[in-house]
């Protein structure tokens, strides 16, 4: 039984919810804004601290792409992205949730295949 598009248009319109856009936007603006600000906060810190001008152009960068390494690997970083949106997404913290949320997955993988390979002799 082959579906027309307008059908096709029905069904989704029916399964997929609305989106609240002015929410959205809202969420997105404010959560990559305070990420940002937390850039700063940092900035201030490390030039405070007494780094050099280099210093705090790597230290500040590296602090939060490792806060959101940690935040991933702990799941909440993808509670925190469910809300944000592409407020996440855009500052330098969705670089390290992309490379984080994959080396985890591979993580979960290689256990299984471990475990195969210690119970099935077609591994050896």
């Known amino acids: 039984m082959a579906t027309t598009g307008k059908e096709y248009d029905s069904m989704t319109k029916k399964a997929s919810p609305p989106s609240k856009k002015a929410k959205d936007l809202f969420c ?3 959560i990559g ?10 900035t ?3 030039t405070r601290a007494g780094f050099s001008e ?5 230290a500040t960068p590296v602090t939060l792409i490792a806060l959101t390494a940690v935040l991933t690997g702990i799941g909440v970083f993808d509670k925190i992205a469910k809300v944000a949106g592409a407020g996440t ?4 913290t969705g670089f390290a949730n992309s490379i ?8 979960a993988e290689e256990r299984v295949i471990i475990t195969l390979s210690q119970k099935c002799r077609c591994f050896r």
């Open 44 to 46: 201030w810190l490390y």
């Open 33 to 42: 804004g305070l990420i940002c600000t937390l850039g700063q906060v940092f």
């Open 54 to 58: 280099d210093g705090v152009k790597a």
């Open 28 to 30: 997105a603006f404010a």
């Open 89 to 92: 997404v855009v500052p330098i």
């Open 100 to 107: 984080v949320s994959p080396a985890m997955e591979f993580q």
